[in-house]
């Protein structure tokens, strides 16, 4: 993939590739990105996620802790090193983009699984997650998607869709909870990008 390593960070240009499972709240997109990660993993392919959060304050290094007096005194990062986990602090003025993050990439990742909105221009496929297929137009328009960039359609509304009609013309539907339609899921995403991995 054209990716370089300097101190165990990915420093080259290239990105791995991007599908991004996005959608209205409660439409699925967890249950789809985390089958999606398992499914490409099962195939031998390396991934990585990304996860967009809005309007929330999640944080380990809130006010007073340890790691937050770190950042305060001046580090340009903190890293926390816990019993099962290892966790990255870095303070930034605004949301950090994905060729600012890749950064922290391993390596050899192959494909990112992006759950929410994507940064604008990022090359990628959109998995789009319905509650019901009425739904299609409003996700698209709330969550700026093009609809050039559909690969497939899942979530809630995907739910036993062996068979099922296209929600739109030539989009298919995969049901990501069932193992037939995770596999056609995987298979098409897998062609989109041009790894010879199945």
Not at 16 to 34: D, Q, W
């Amino acid at each position: 993939m054209g990716q370089h390593e300097r101190n165990g960070e990915n420093t080259g240009s290239a990105l791995p590739h991007v599908v991004a499972v996005a959608g209205l709240k409660r439409s699925g997109k967890t249950t789809v990105a985390s089958a999606l990660i398992a499914g490409l993993r099962a195939r031998g392919v390396r991934v990585g996620s990304v996860k967009t959060i809005h309007g929330h304050t999640l944080s380990l290094d809130v006010e007073g802790t340890d790691t937050r007096r770190h950042a305060e005194a001046g580090a340009e990062f903190t890293i926390a090193l816990l019993d099962d986990q290892m966790a990255y602090f870095e303070p930034r003025a605004s949301r950090a983009t994905l060729p600012e993050a890749a950064r922290l990439f391993r390596p050899g990742v192959q494909f990112v699984v992006w759950e929410g909105m994507v940064d604008p221009g990022t090359s990628s496929a959109h998995v789009v997650c319905l509650r019901a297929a009425e739904d299609l137009e409003r996700t698209l328009s709330e969550r700026r998607i093009d609809p050039a960039s559909i690969v497939a359609i899942s979530g809630i509304a995907a739910g036993g869709a062996a068979g099922a009609a296209p929600v739109a013309a030539d989009v298919p539907v995969h049901d990501a909870t069932d193992p037939a339609g995770l596999a056609s899921l995987v298979d098409l995403i897998i062609r989109r990008f041009g790894e010879d991995r199945a």
